[in-house]
């Protein structure tokens, strides 16, 4: 089993950045696609980005295509999402997760087992 935690939220202009790390415990994050989420009040989970075990591979939404990056160091445990030129829309509960299965990073949310405990990104127009 494996432990996530996010951090990096925060409040932001509109405009701004922002970088969000995902650290992982309890086991090798290597073995793991990665993905980020994010939902925001009254609305589902949807799929932000997502990143395959060896870094090699990566998939974005089309909201965060051009703005967000999705990155992972295994030697260190972590995954990162940089997010530039916020915008209002992008204000939600990010989250994290690993999926132990999938070669290839995914958009469905089903195909995540860990979860990390969310960060929130507030991003002011």
């Known amino acids: 089993q494996v432990q996530l935690v996010e951090s990096g939220g925060g409040l932001v202009q509109a405009g701004g950045s922002l970088r969000l790390s995902c650290a992982a415990s309890?086991?090798?994050?290597?073995?793991?696609?990665m993905g980020w989420f994010r939902q925001a009040p009254g609305k589902e989970r949807e799929f932000v980005a997502a990143?395959?075990?060896?870094?090699?591979?990566?998939r974005y939404a089309d909201s965060a295509k051009g703005r967000f990056t999705i990155s992972r160091d295994n030697a260190n445990n972590t995954v990162s999402l940089q997010m530039n030129s916020l915008k209002s829309e992008d204000t939600a509960v990010y989250y994290c997760?690993?999926?132990?299965?999938?070669?290839?990073?995914?958009?469905?949310?089903?195909?995540?087992?860990?979860w990390g405990q969310g960060t929130q990104v507030t991003v002011s127009s």
């Open positions: 997760a690993a999926d132990t299965l999938g070669a290839l990073p995914g958009e469905s949310s089903r195909a995540y087992e860990y």
């Open positions: 309890g086991r090798t994050l290597s073995r793991y696609t």
């Open positions: 990143i395959s075990r060896s870094g090699g591979s990566t």
